[in-house]
């Protein structure tokens, strides 16, 4: 009863909210799964030049976080929830004609600029829709779903790679475009949240711009460098696996599937207590606890042998999915109390360009680190965590002290 009770949520608007999770992560999931054959195979690119094109999209997020967040905060958050995902769904939908380089990377800014607009206004809407006491638990609970959602998306990706027909995986981004649109009427279906005040006018907002809340800023970027434990299991552990130990290579399925289980069943436990900042701060040092243990466990591996190795490197996979599941916890408790209510938006863009820096610097650094300096690499990548979860409590007061003095909303 237990368990059911950190998977199921509690009221409706946390049960119509995990399901259209579920429903988005499933649409997204099946075309991420076969993003690279597809790309290469019907596309006709390089994998050279699809690498490049993600690279351009990445800095088109960066870049546009910050001004699409305010715009977040002019025209509302469920409006352009609703008209970026449809734009969305409409962009996967014209994935098949897509037929040269350019267009190829024209798109993906085009996606990338739509995507940072919609999660930017999903951000907002989710910290907007619920009280305070109940906020972070319904964002685990959203959490846990969109693991649902991406595990039978990649399922379905996976029955498409498997036929391996032109014709099948042409149909993953059609399917994956019809769902956006179901997923576009979900959201306007759901209930409207009002904007934040304005002053002097429909176009700004009241409260100083984010950017000017260097703590909160700062601590932005240590959310950004402890998140980097999706590299670690997405990218470097695989990588670590084949290239540095003997463990078989079909562990990797099973690593996946643990980290899946684990997050379902653990992430709602794993966020009690995370709607404050001093609770928030207690799950950034469990994070970076399991974030050293993890480097530390599976740097060892390049050492062992047999049953050994596969112990080990599960034991140090287990440990970072409890990092992700602290900090993702500490996440929501950030973004929620030390932004400015009356620009959410503004506060929303700039909580994400931590994680797109992350994302754009760590898995070149961390790759290199850990396979080519190996124990040393990872002794430096538990340090980079260590440094991030200790700055984020200065960070973290610091942003706390910025919103007293500009005289932000408390207890919303």
Not at 89 to 107: D, E, N, Q, R
Not at 108 to 121: M, P
Not at 171 to 176: D, G, H, Y
Not at 253 to 278: D, I, Y
Request: hydrophobic content about 55%.
């Amino acid at each position: 009863m237990g368990v059911l009770t950190g998977i199921v949520p509690k009221t409706k608007l946390e049960r119509d909210l995990a399901l259209q999770c579920v429903l988005s992560a499933f649409a997204t999931g099946s075309f991420l799964t076969g993003t690279a054959v597809f790309f290469t195979q019907v596309v006709g690119l390089s994998g050279a030049q699809v690498g490049l094109g993600m690279s351009v999209a990445a800095a088109v997020s960066l870049a546009l976080s910050i001004p699409l967040g305010r715009l977040t905060d002019v025209v509302g958050a469920k409006l352009l929830w609703v008209v970026a995902s449809l734009l969305e769904a409409g962009l996967y939908l014209a994935w098949p004609l897509i037929g040269s380089f350019a267009a190829f990377v024209a798109m993906l800014a085009v996606l990338a600029t739509v995507e940072t607009a919609a999660r930017s206004a999903r951000e907002v809407y989710r910290i907007a829709v619920f009280p305070r006491e109940t906020r972070v638990r319904a964002m685990a609970y959203m959490r846990a779903a969109r693991n649902v959602g991406y595990t039978l998306g990649a399922g379905a990706g996976g029955v498409a790679l498997g036929i391996g027909s032109r014709e099948a995986i042409v149909a993953v981004p059609l399917l994956t475009g019809a769902l956006l649109v179901v997923n576009a009427a979900m959201i306007a279906f759901l209930p409207t949240v009002e904007r934040p005040a304005r002053a002097r006018g429909d176009l700004e907002l009241a409260g100083p711009a984010a950017l000017r809340n260097r703590g909160f800023v700062l601590l932005s970027l240590c959310n950004g460098a402890l998140q980097s434990n999706q590299v670690l299991l997405n990218v470097v552990v695989p990588l670590w696996l084949v290239e540095r130990t003997d463990a078989p290579h079909q562990l990797l399925a099973w690593l996946f599937g643990t980290n899946t289980v684990l997050a379902v069943l653990l992430q709602v436990r794993a966020s009690r207590g995370s709607e404050t900042v001093p609770g928030a701060l207690r799950a950034v040092r469990w994070s970076g606890w399991a974030f050293v243990v993890s480097c530390l466990v599976i740097s060892l591996t390049h050492e062992t042998a047999g049953w050994l190795s596969i112990v080990l490197i599960w034991a140090g996979h287990v440990t970072i999915t409890g990092a992700e599941l602290w900090q993702s916890a500490a996440s929501w408790g950030f973004a929620s109390e030390l932004s400015d209510h009356r620009r959410l938006g503004d506060y929303q863009g700039v909580w994400g360009m931590g994680g797109q820096v992350e994302s754009i610097v760590c898995p070149a650094l961390f790759t290199f680190l850990a396979l080519q300096w190996g124990a040393p690499g990872w002794a430096v990548i538990a340090v980079i965590a260590v440094t991030a979860a200790v700055v984020a409590h200065p960070a973290a007061r610091a942003a706390e002290r910025h919103l007293v003095a500009v005289g932000a909303p408390v207890g919303v």
